[in-house]
């Protein structure tokens, strides 16, 4: 079992920049895949970003990339997403994820454990 907590939401104006953490429970937080989703007013939970086990490889949305970036400490048990040049866009509450279990890296349902969420605003 794992557990995941979400902090450093926050609201920020267009072009700020807010980093996420994600604290995970348990030694064996190093054995998972790490992915942050988010989900804005009445819309899908939608793939943000994901980091293999050892932050090798990484993933992003489209609509992220170059703004967003993703990175772990196993040592500290902590998935992190640093988020600059924000857009109103960016609105949403952001969870995390761990324990990919399927191949579909950007889908919801190939993580086994998620966090309670971390609301970020973006203010125009």
């Known amino acids: 079992q794992v557990q995941l907590v979400e902090s450093g939401g926050g609201l920020v104006q267009a072009g700020g920049s807010l980093r996420l953490s994600c604290a995970a429970s348990g030694r064996t937080f190093s054995r998972y895949a790490m992915a942050w989703f988010r989900q804005a007013p009445g819309k899908e939970r939608e793939f943000v970003a994901a980091s293999s086990r050892n932050d090798y490889i990484t993933y992003y949305a489209d609509s992220v990339k170059g703004r967003f970036t993703i990175s772990r400490d196993n040592t500290k048990n902590t998935a992190y997403l640093q988020m600059n040049s924000l857009k109103p866009d960016d609105t949403a509450i952001y969870y995390c994820?761990?324990?990919?279990?399927?191949?579909?890296?950007?889908?919801?349902?190939?993580?086994?454990?998620w966090g309670q969420g971390t609301q970020v605003t973006v203010s125009s």
């Open positions: 994820a761990a324990d990919l279990t399927k191949t579909q890296i950007s889908g919801a349902g190939s993580y086994n454990y």
